[in-house]
């Protein structure tokens, strides 16, 4: 099954930054939305941010002024900038594109934020 490829995951102290990378494979056409969702221990798979074709974004209340979304779409690549991290923001981030017939997902990376 085609995934996406995420990257820039790690460990940083509350306050610091992080950069997310998530790349789609050439073999996936039309892409229209992309978005990153994170899960924590315990919890559900939610929405942290997303971007459509035409570049309109939105974001989760508990991550809006702190991330950006963005998008590179001829390299079919999504990026998720995290500034001023907390340690509620510890996850495993997933990237997910959107195509008329489907939906991909990414293997998740790991974002650990310590007090």
């Known amino acids: 099954q085609v995934q996406l490829v995420e990257s820039g995951g790690g460990l940083v102290q509350a306050g610091g930054s992080l950069r997310l990378s998530c790349a789609a494979p050439?073999?996936?056409?039309?892409?229209?939305?992309m978005a990153w969702y994170r899960q924590a221990p315990g919890n559900q798979r939610n929405l942290v941010a997303d971007?459509?074709?035409?570049?309109?974004?939105r974001y989760a209340a508990s991550v809006k002024g702190r991330f950006t979304i963005s998008r590179d779409s001829a390299k079919n690549t999504v990026y998720l900038q995290m500034n001023s991290l907390k340690p509620e923001d510890t996850a495993v981030y997933y990237c997910?594109?959107?195509?008329?017939?489907?939906?991909?997902w990414g293997q998740g990376t790991q974002v650990t934020v310590s007090s």
């Open positions: 997910k594109a959107y195509t008329p017939i489907s939906v991909y």
């Open positions: 050439g073999s996936i056409f039309s892409i229209n939305s």
């Open positions: 971007i459509t074709a035409g570049g309109s974004t």
